[in-house]
């Protein structure tokens, strides 16, 4: 997490992942599952209730990004960009100020 992010109540981060597609694995392995991460960059906003789950590959968020409150966060996110909703979309760029 970078430098001046402000993160809100009950915001949560998820990095387990359970591969489903892969073949190669039991049905234990799948319920273990792996962890991969998740970076936030410096000067973002995680509003209230968000939730970031970071999949196969990780979930990383840019700098100067916003979640908005509630969003579901399951792509990276862009640097200098606001996204909400349940999943996330783009909602528009934010002006970068330090």
């Excluded at 509003?47 to 970071?54: E, Q, Y």
Aim: glycine letters at 12%; aromatic letters at 10%.
């Amino acid at each position: 997490i970078g430098d001046y992010t402000l993160i809100g109540a009950n915001v949560s981060f998820i990095t387990n992942t359970h591969p489903l597609e892969d073949g190669e694995l039991n049905w234990q392995e799948i319920m273990i599952g792996s962890q991969k991460e998740i970076t936030v960059g410096k000067f973002c906003w995680l509003m209230n209730n968000s939730t970031l789950i970071a999949g196969k590959d990780g979930l990383k968020v840019g700098d100067y990004a916003w979640i908005a409150s509630g969003a579901l966060a399951t792509r990276d996110i862009g640097e200098a960009e606001l996204w909400g909703g349940v999943p996330v979309k783009f909602v528009r760029k934010v002006i970068k100020r330090e």
